[in-house]
């Protein structure tokens, strides 16, 4: 079943030279499927690879990727396989620990169609979904009526249904709710001879094919027959996940499989990992949204002590308790956003802390058992223990830094990364103490560390030892893993509790169930797959989890050598995990100086794939493809770099492809939980691309704007000829590639840098602060510069217009912070902007002065590119001192030095769109404070993400339309919504542009940066 890369021709720098290739057979295949099936057949290299991968060690070449439209797709998908002797793999969001995802086979995607809502019940609470559906998505589509489905993975944002129902998952509140087993009530599935039949409750199965019918009678008699075998070995803990559930007919669980005790056959489909059969419907029971909500954070002295208690609290029927041990707590101190929120969280010095979570249909309902957990931790000997949370917000902050402490610990640098594989043992409580005391002592012995977290209720503690798959992770692996089972065997627990078997614990089938079960699910799979199609190599007949040949980083992975543009040495570093130390920059043994780390930091977990809050990934939101998401560029950035993608991938069409449709948003910089900042990646990759293609004119026109630009405000009336001349823009689309539909910034010629720069040549080094103007706010807006010297000026400070310093910095041309240039991978040219902007400023920095912008966009890469190309200590304390022009008047005001007198305005109400970096650099709420500063005006924030114009993007015409859906995901219908009167706010240059622009056909509407909106605020005394 595995699918290996063969191997091509030697290459000196390349170790692993294995090649993700077109097979002979595959050609015909992709063409039958692409004849059969609607929807995408993705069978070229770059796309196999990006499927070759899930959130777990391994990766195999996939034979092709099939995107669906329908069940019809999926049926005709299935036959064309079926006829050819080819394995399926069902697939989700892909973010599986296990390797379950990851096969020799056709995988078939359900997230980007599958996706639709079936029939919703009310009165039954039941609803029928399509696989795809993610959960967070469904939960949000059932608020309003009050109910949710309460299997609460964590990863909520992007898990599918299917997924979650194919790994049995379980959330944090399975106390309260159960499993992903206990809350399905019908799966309606496709065998893969194409059978079909609705999998229920046994009393609803009479109508089902013969073929069913015979097949349900060979569970039936393996289930009869194993009977006291099922009894002696399938684990009695809530949380088991391994193997089939056999137990089906004769339920071994604390929690029965159904209210009734009567057997329904879609709990033997859950949890089968995708080789049993296609779940085409799923029909879900719903629960009632919790009204109200208390939270007790139980402070403890030790970790054994808080594990020891665990069992005691559960009595109280809480609906979580969820530990969060000392590493994550120092994490979370460590993050200046989180300080506060976990220090309202603890008393003193604890070495861990248990969150109870009580649910309740009144408000003192909770807030009573909040009182119970009081009185029960005197009575255990720890009074003074719990810190009471009753309000809403505050218990929300700290499950949010829980779910933090995990990403920041999942960023670790270095090789060695924290690897799932014993990651969700699950044992009695009343032995978790001992389990975790023991179990660090074994992770200690093989000179590692692991941190605890998780769900203490039910015993399922998570740990991932750090290991080094690179070199010896995989003896440590196997050595842990076996002396972590025979805890769990000891402990009579299970080996999984919550992840599934996959590739990492297909093995463990055998240990875990005995050699008769093993046998009896053997026969299962053989029922319902005779030709062993069905996602072959999972829970039954598996492979060895320490195959390397399976690993993502085998032992001996090399990456190709490469020159930088950037500096990515901060990634090019080892770990130490028992010391938790890091080797200084450089000395990683990267031969890609750093790049090649960073882009490997991604870990596949798929929440760039997520659809809520904040920014990332707007790309993928638009278009639903992998390809288009961080993971699949991060992937599809890493083959390349190791050669898996063949000879100079990185200048190649399949890189060029996906990063294309970045708009460089940083949002994966601030929320992908292992940082990975895909802006920056592919800043660097464009300049390799650059180098080894010709940068079309369009692209030479944008990037090299900073230097015409003082020609074109000469003649503005010139240039704006395009926006008015009738088929000016036609033929700017043909010539160019600007979009015909949309209209380009009209130049100006009352640029505000000429009207300063004429007036003297005064240095300003007894300015407050100096205002940096970009190009942008320069020639096309340069009231906002105006209105920022007004404020600043009625606010009380000395303000200097910067300007360049230097013979050989062209004195006369504006100082510009090189973004066009790095846009098109023209770092080059950027890095002398930037020294431009660093000589011209050093000197007020030096002297203490601030350095305010306007242009997020701009002013933020001072603070971040800046730091990554070369340009010294000086570029360092530029970042630190420079500052968008409301941070740095929040600051003021939070120091108490803002006299800012402001009078209210017309308008009652304003709505923000915040530009994508400054949500990723916490730059976003000064915006909101300093608005609030004006009396009587509500300030609403746009909860969105990208614009979609981002920079020149939205203007390519070959953009547009991705563009459009971008701003039509959020930012639209909230400004068509927003009532007229209402202040429309945006600091982005491009995000006013793409409002303007959307709205016109409908009435236009009008952004206008912050700084104006104060500006009309002032006091007629201080304006
Ligand atoms: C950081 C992190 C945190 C996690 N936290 C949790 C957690 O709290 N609880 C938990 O239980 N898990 C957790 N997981 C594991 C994983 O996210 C869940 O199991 C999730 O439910 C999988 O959903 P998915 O859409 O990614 O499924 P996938 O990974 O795509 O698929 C899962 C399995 O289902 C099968 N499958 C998918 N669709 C179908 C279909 N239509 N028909 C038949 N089979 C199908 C696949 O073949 C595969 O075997 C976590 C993973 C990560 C990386
Ligand atoms: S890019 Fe980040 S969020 Fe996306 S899968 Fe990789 S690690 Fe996860
Ligand atoms: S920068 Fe934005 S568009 Fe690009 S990968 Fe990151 S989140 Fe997606």
Redesign the pocket.
Known sequence: MRGRFPRTGASPVIAKPLVFHRRRSDGSLAARLARAVSGDVLFDAASRGRYAT??SIYQVEPVGVVVPKSADAVRAALAVCRDAGVPV?????????CG??VGAAVVID??KYLNRFGALDLDAMTVSVE?GVVLDRLNAWLKPQGLWFPVD???SA???L??????N????RSIAYGNMVHNVLAIDAMLSDGTEARFGPERDMAGAPARIGELLRGLHAIAERERDEIERNVPKVLRRVGGYNIDVCCPQGERPYTADGRVNYAHLLVGS??TL???RLLTLQLAPLPAHRALGVVNFPTLYRAMECARHLVDLKPSAVELVDRTMIDLARGNPAFRPVIERALIGEPDAILLVEFIGATREDPVRRLKDLVALMGDLGLPDSVVEMTDAPAQKALWEVRKAG?NIMMSLKGDGKPVSFIEDCAVPLEHLADYVDRLTQVFARHGTRGTWYAHASVGTLHVRPILDMRRDGAAKMRAIAEEASALVREYKGAFSG???D?LVRSEWVGWQFGPRLTKAFEEIKDLFDPAGLM?PG?IVRGTKMDDASLFRFRPGHRTQALATALDWSAWDVQNDPLAGTLTPPGTGGDPAQGFAKAVEMCNN??HCRKFDAGTMCPSYRATRDEQHSTRGRANTLRLALSGELGADALTSAPVREALDLCVSCKGCRREC?TGVDMAKMKIEALYHLRRAHRLPLRDRLIAHLPRWAPRAARLPWLVNLRNTLPGAAALGELLLGFSARRRLPAWRRDTFLKSVHGSGDDAGMDADVVLFVDTFTNYFEPENATAAVNVLRAAGRRVHVARAIGADAEPRRPLCCGRTYLAAGLVDEAKKEARRVVAALAPHVERGAAIVGLEPSCLLSLRDEFLVMGLGEAAQRLSESAFLVEEYLAREHRAGRLDLRLTALPQKHALLHTHCHQKAFDAAAPVQQVLSLIPELEVEMIEASCCGMAGSFGYDAAHYDVSVKMAELALLPAVRGALRGTLLVADGTSCRHQIADLTRPSGRREAIHAIRVLERALSPRSA
Do not use: F, I
Not at 162 to 167: E, I, L, P, S, V
Not at 169 to 172: F, K
């Open positions: 899930d959130a793999l069902p697939r989700g969001a892909g973010s599986s620990q379950q995802t359900t997230s696989p993975v964590s990863t992007q898990a599918t299917g997924g979650m129902a194919g790994n998952s379980c959330g944090s990992e995708g059969a296609w779940t995990l919550e992840h599934g996959g996602n999972k977990n798929g939980p």
